[in-house]
């Protein structure tokens, strides 16, 4: 069984400037997590989608922060304009049913803002 | 608001040592706590899920207690071996959604 994957794996850009990441959750799939993970610290969850709507995004930096989840299983986190504070790990996870089981983590893109 | 802490940040041991990994969360009202590894440049892999009705989870080497009461719970690794080196991060769910609030981690390394 594929795993999740995320692309890029690493992603440097200039402050001001905006970027993208990707996700493909485990085939079959219901629920999809995008977390940010700070250098020592632990994964903060940012946005959480049950097929295409969205269930938790009170940790999304709206003015700057955006996702989607077109069709119920490809998404796209969407920074604009990147601030210096926002260089993180993004990690996709995905569960099977509507959440509370284990979770299934890619591998994770890495953002350096300079 | 779920704080999860975990203690020690750091902790180094030669192979063959018993570890115990500590982690303290302020709101018993769990729905279940769970264990992860992270290996750099990777991303998490879940070690054992333990629901709230539960007190502890084995799995070959490692098994893992859960306290509500007291908000507590503990990784044991028995036997460490150097592929044992990783960050292990603890992490609580408070809703039916399966939101997870995570720990700091703790990073093992485990010397020859």
């Known amino acids: 069984e594929a795993g999740v994957a995320q692309s890029p794996r690493y992603k440097i850009i200039e402050k001001r400037q905006s970027v993208a990441f990707w996700c493909n959750p485990i085939s079959g799939h219901a629920t999809l997590y995008w977390y940010q993970q700070i250098l020592g610290q632990g994964p903060k969850l940012l946005i959480q989608f049950q097929n295409n709507g969205v269930v938790d995004d009170s940790q999304l930096p709206k003015d700057r922060f955006s996702a989607e989840r077109l069709k119920g299983v490809d998404s796209t986190l969407k920074i604009q304009p990147a601030k210096l504070e926002d260089s993180a790990v993004y990690l996709c996870a995905s569960s099977p049913g509507q959440g509370g089981e284990t979770q299934y983590f890619g591998p994770g893109t890495r953002l350096l803002v300079l | 608001k779920q704080e999860v802490t975990q203690i020690p940040a750091a902790l180094s041991v030669p192979e063959g040592e018993n570890l115990v990994l500590n982690c303290s969360f302020t709101?018993?009202?769990?729905?279940?706590l769970q264990w992860f590894r992270q290996d750099p440049g990777k991303g998490l892999t879940s070690l054992l899920l333990?629901?709230?009705?539960?007190r502890e989870q084995t799995s070959g080497r490692l098994n893992a207690s859960l306290d509500k009461s007291s908000g507590r719970s503990t990784l044991y690794i028995a036997a460490s071996q150097p592929g044992d080196s990783a960050t292990y991060l603890c992490?609580?769910?408070?809703?039916?959604?399966?939101?997870?609030?995570f720990g700091a981690g703790t990073q093992v390394v485990v010397t020859p």
């Open positions: 992490c609580t769910t408070t809703d039916s959604w399966g939101k997870l609030q």
């Open positions: 709101d018993s009202a769990i729905y279940n």
């Open positions: 333990i629901q709230s009705s539960q």
